[in-house]
DNA sequence: ATGATGAGTGTTATAATATAACACTCACTT
DNA sequence: AAGTGAGTGTTATATTATAACACTCATCAT
């Protein structure tokens, strides 16, 4: 039996980050086109923001990134635009951080792993289809019905771990 | 190849909850024990009443269900006896929904799937090997080193299933 | 054109969750 | 007797999130 491989969705240890934003926000605009819904100035501004960096970040630290190009907003300003991204696929809330971060398969199927580094604050988003159909099974042997799963891993990512190794 | 059969972890949809209770605080009075550490009366009655139900608990609910019977209790008396909890794995921390859950499987290894049900907020905590073998694998393909894990999800338990199912 | 509707936003207030900081007790050690 | 560390009491505050209501503006049916 053949699995389909997914297509790598890592990004490098060293990478183009204006391109991770660039597709993003690109993907983000064409979505929202063909599903018929706005994605207006704040929501396209709140989401170029997250995609700021790789790094989970707090509602309250985009209100203060928004403000000085958007002196009003007020938390229900960030919170109305996360609700919408958020509805979208077009960002992750990190649960075990009350956080958000960018997701890059906004396209595809949702729900994925996330690895959360404690030293540099990025996550990582992995399909991980074996994990996905194990627990696929082990949801269905509970006669459980999902509505939404969150997979998160803490810990330190592989940059971290051999940038801390080179400094010993 | 054979996979060691756990013992089941769910709780049986009708059950003596009696017993779950006493358990629970039997196990965790012999392990702090063991362990060399303190269930001190607070930390006993906030796990006692974590283990009122199989529910996720929040922690100002537990702070007023404590209070009849401890006036002087604040945020930090309820929060502190928490963090022993959970450093002790006697309480899982529910991070998609802010609340706290009795562990089952106290005196085993931890981190657990949680099914968490959105109906009757029962939280039900499976061992999971399988989902657990192939999340340790992608884990180890990513570099990654792991601190700690949340597999939560949210849904619809077999129980309100029927239940819901039998009244139309 | 008029009025109804709905999506998005502005604004104020407040709810809910969590931690910091410092003082005090008490058991145990030196 | 002084020193230490764990646990707790207490006050204050930080952080995260939502409620409620008013206003605008585009769309649509009458
Ligand atoms: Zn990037
Ligand atoms: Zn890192
Ligand atoms: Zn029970
Ligand atoms: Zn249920």
New interface residues.
């Given amino acids: 039996m053949n699995i389909p491989v997914e297509p790598s969705q ?1 990004p490098p240890l060293e990478h183009d980050h204006k391109k991770c934003v660039s597709e993003a926000l690109d993907t983000a605009e064409q979505l929202c086109v063909v599903r018929g819904v706005q994605l207006t100035p704040i929501r396209h501004q709140v989401l170029e923001l997250i995609w700021a960096s790789h790094k989970a970040v707090k509602a309250y630290e985009l209100l203060d990134r928004i403000k000085p190009q958007m002196d009003a907003a007020k938390p229900a300003t960030i919170y109305r635009a996360l609700d919408f991204l958020i509805e979208q696929g077009l960002i992750h809330r990190v ?2 951080l009350n956080a958000f971060v960018g997701c890059n398969c906004s396209a595809h199927q949702h729900e994925q ?1 996330l ?1 959360i580094c ?1 030293n540099c604050q990025d996550v ?1 988003e ?1 399909s ?1 289809p ?2 996905m ?3 696929a ?3 269905k042997q ?17 940059k971290c ?1 051999k940038t801390i190794s080179d400094q010993s």
């Fill in positions: 890592n649960e075990s792993l690895l404690n990582e992995r991980a074996k994990v159909q194990a627990l099974l082990e949801i509970a006669d459980f019905i999902v509505h939404s799963k969150a997979i998160e891993i803490q810990g330190v990512c592989a771990t």
